[in-house]
Nanobody
Framework: VQLQASGGGLVQAGGSLRLSCAAS????????MGWFRQAPGKEREFVAG????????YYADSVKGRFTISRDNAKNTVYLQMNSLKSEDTAVYYC???????????????WGQGTLVTVSS
C-alpha cells in the first residue's frame, strides 16, 4: 500500500482544512487508517483513526469535537476534516495504514509522506 497525503496549508486560527490521503492497491479497504502529527521538537502523536469498515472512529482528546475522520473505500481515500483550528494544531500530518485494527501508537505498516499544516494566531 502506498499513501499520498495532501491538503495541508496555512490557515488562520478558527479556520478549517481538509486533509486527504489517497492509497494505492486493491486491498485498501482491509486496512485500518490513522492520522498522526508531528510538531517541531515533539514526538509523532496519534490524532484520529478509523476502522477498515469505517464504522468505528477514534480521536485524541485534543482534537475530539473539532476533527472528523472518514473514508471512502470506493475512492481509496481517507479524509481528516479539521475545524476550529488552533495554533497548537500546527504540525506535519501523516496518514498511516495497518491491519487489522486501529492503534494509537505508531505501530503502522505504511506511512504517507506528510503534509504541513500551519495555523496562524
Amino acid at each position: 500500500v502506498q499513501l499520498q497525503a495532501s491538503g495541508g496549508g496555512l490557515v488562520q486560527a478558527g479556520g478549517s482544512l481538509r486533509l486527504s490521503c489517497a492509497a494505492s492497491g486493491r486491498t485498501f479497504r482491509t486496512y485500518a487508517m490513522g492520522w498522526f502529527r508531528q510538531a517541531p521538537g515533539k514526538e509523532r502523536e496519534f490524532v484520529a483513526g478509523i476502522s477498515w469498515v469505517g464504522g468505528s472512529t477514534y480521536y485524541a482528546d485534543s482534537v475530539k469535537g473539532r476533527f472528523t475522520i472518514s473514508r471512502d473505500n470506493a475512492k481509496n481515500t481517507v479524509y481528516l476534516q479539521m475545524n476550529s483550528l488552533k495554533s497548537e494544531d500546527t504540525a506535519v500530518y501523516y496518514c498511516a495504514a495497518r491491519q487489522p485494527i486501529v492503534v494509537v501508537t505508531t505501530d503502522y505498516d505504511y506511512w504517507g509522506q506528510g503534509t504541513l499544516v500551519t495555523v496562524s494566531s
